[in-house]
């Protein structure tokens, strides 16, 4: 198969933090040293890109040194966590900004979908809307009309196609945006995660068609994504990326399991320390999946486990933790002494407390621990120190054949496998 | 040959690629062959611009020809009679008319095409089309407008030479064309320097509205040249905007100055300006996204 796509030593900078006055110094600094032949002054002090990290320097690396191609047919999942550099990467391929060094080829036309409903205009119907977004997405007119019926028919607002988009609600104006964009003629297409949106059947609608996309019509495609069952049933390649680096590439179901693996390390699964007063003192807290193989999926119990000394009786005691999710719902609080009615008293001791989160509870998403551990009505003993956090992937669980989606806040599965026979 | 070399060479051959991105461009490349291909992209904007502006209203597109109406009215109450500064002889109504016909057609496209990143910062974030079709489109919606003005222009001519005061129009009217291309060209060049500047600094954006409306003072839209003071003469008429205007009036209603000299002038200004907007506009193109 020919190579659609070569991109050669990219790297992109941003400069973070406000635009102000100093920008101007800067841009007269650059220009100064470009007139004197010497290289931008800006490149020496750019720093990797690590959101959690606070930085010295205003310039960051938000991509550095990204290679790789794509063969003709191929559909890439580009994979890796917020910040990670993946739109960046897209809007690069996309030619909506240019890169700070490198090239890129490409052979065919690209269309991108960053976004659904792009040029969109409120006062427009959707007939009219319908050959604007096309047109902005590159298509001819006449190539609109030939699909207009196919469109109208995938998106399921016939009803309403001489309305102002305006009137619309949410829902339906999304699927009229991605019906035409369903519908694009192109060699290579590339897709951000904009099936976020919309129902479920919808989404599933979609799925489908960019699996037809890419399998059916042997176009190449691109997808980005942080739901990790659509990219491996999607794409038969992956690009991992971390902190703007390409970290691996090559076969779709090794690069997720190897960024599965490696996000782990990234998240705070583990604390040690000792923190307390003079009554009580923390000294770990930890949380792991049951199936230390494959680690956290929805499919697996999830322990969390707090370690620590108590040096002098203390009354009343919590201790305990409250589970967040990532859209900060609480979704439990829950305490060691649950099964009691009333507040204990614990005697001096080493102690260790481990809770379960049983398999299939929990969706697919981030979650937090916050430890809980004072004096009932009285005192807070820690804050946030012991803190951990995990995410749940669902490959193997149940319900993941239509998605209790993460990015729609919700958090629990509450399945168990009910069928018998 | 076996498949794999055949692929590579076509890959290296240098037709095979048809996208290249690099850090820089050339800075006067204006991809009008990838626009070419946008092409009915660019008309379904010039109908989106033309069509949203009256969408929702009762009188529709009589709004066009209301808001000259009442510009003429006023600028004959303030600037003729209360003013009294004379036409060089024309019915007042068409004077004014002429002048801001020209007028309204430049300081449209300036203003326009001065927050084409800004004002389409969503769109450009999201897809790719040549970015030149946007302030493209606006030349031409706008042309609409002219023609509309035009329009009145002609039958408030027909009524004026009807009542015989005004002769009809001489041979220099047929610089129609050139005059539309140069005031184009000037509201463009002058946007896209505008645009492209704002897209970091935002300072300009404030200038832009305040600097038309100076800049309209300075041009001959109220006042013919032979009325302006002979010490300002010379600043007017420097204004690459006054030939044309006077151009304009010369040929449609037969008064005004008019010599080739200073229009020519003016199509050399306006040529400067305009390729400074294109290498200004073609720079800020690639990466304005990041900073926007």
Sequence with gaps: ?421 | MNKTTTAKNIESSDNYWNIVVKPAGSVFNLKLRQAWHYRDLFWLLVRRDFVSFYKQTILGPLWFFLQPLFTILIYSYIFGSLAGIGTDGIPRPLFYLAGITCWHYFAECLNKTSGVFVDNAHVFGKVYFPRIIMPLSIVFSNLIKFGIYLFILFVMMAWYYYKGEIQGMNYYALLLPVLLLLMAMLGLGIGMIVSALTTKYRDLAFFVGFGVQLLMWASTVVYPLSAAPAKYKRLVGINPMTPLIETFRYGFLGAGSFSWASLGLSALIISVISIIGITFFNKAERTFIDTV
């Design chain 1, 1 to 421: 198969m020919n190579t659609v796509i070569e991109v050669e030593n990219i790297s992109k900078l941003y400069r973070l933090g406000e635009f102000g006055t100093g920008t101007l110094g800067h841009d007269l600094h650059r220009w100064w040293s470009k007139l004197r032949g010497k290289d931008d002054p800006f490149f020496k002090i750019g720093e990797i890109n690590d959101r959690t990290v606070k930085g010295t320097s205003n310039f960051v690396w938000s991509l550095r040194d990204i290679n790789f191609e794509v063969k003709q047919g191929d559909a890439v999942g580009i994979i890796g966590r917020n910040g990670a550099g993946k739109s960046t990467l897209l809007k690069l391929l996309s030619q909506i900004t240019a890169p700070t060094t490198g090239i890129i080829k490409a052979h065919g036309r690209i269309a991108s979908l960053l976004e659904v409903g792009t040029g969109f205009h409120p006062e427009l119907t959707g007939r009219e809307n319908i050959f604007l977004n096309g047109a902005i997405l590159g298509m001819r007119k006449n190539e609109i009309i030939r699909k207009f019926d196919e469109i109208v028919d995938f998106s399921g607002v016939e009803r309403y196609i001489d309305t102002p988009v305006k009137r619309y609600s949410s829902g339906m104006y999304v699927r009229l945006a991605f019906a035409v964009a369903a519908y694009l003629e192109s060699e290579i297409l590339i897709v951000d995660e904009v099936l976020a949106v919309g129902d479920a059947e919808f989404q599933r609608k979609c799925l489908g068609k960019m699996g037809d996309v890419s399998k059916g019509e042997g176009r190449t495609v691109l997808f980005v994504s942080h739901n990790m069952s659509a990219v491996s049933t999607l794409c038969n390649t992956g690009i991992y990326l971390k902190n703007g680096n390409l970290i691996n590439k090559g076969n779709i179901n090794d690069i997720v399991s190897a960024y599965l693996g490696d996000g782990q390390n990234a998240e705070r699964l583990q604390w040690i320390g000792n923190e307390g007063n003079k009554d009580i003192r923390i000294l770990k807290t930890v949380v792991y999946a049951a199936d230390k193989l494959n680690g956290f999926h929805t499919n697996t119990d999830v322990f969390i486990e707090i370690e620590g000394e108590i040096l002098q009786p203390v009354m009343d005691l919590v201790l305990g933790f409250t589970l967040w999710s990532q859209f900060e719902y609480e979704l439990a609080y829950v305490l060691h002494d649950d099964t009691e009615e009333e507040h204990t008293t614990l005697p001096e001791q080493q102690f260790k407390k481990t809770f379960k989160i049983p398999a299939n509870t929990l969706a697919e998403g981030d979650y937090r621990i916050q430890f809980d551990v004072g004096i009932h009505n009285k005192e807070k003993i820690i804050d946030t120190e012991c803190d951990l956090s995990f995410s749940l992937v669902n490959i193997n669980g149940l319900g993941r054949k239509f998605l209790v989606g993460s990015g729609k806040g919700k958090t629990s599965l509450f399945r168990t496998n009910w069928l018998v026979k």
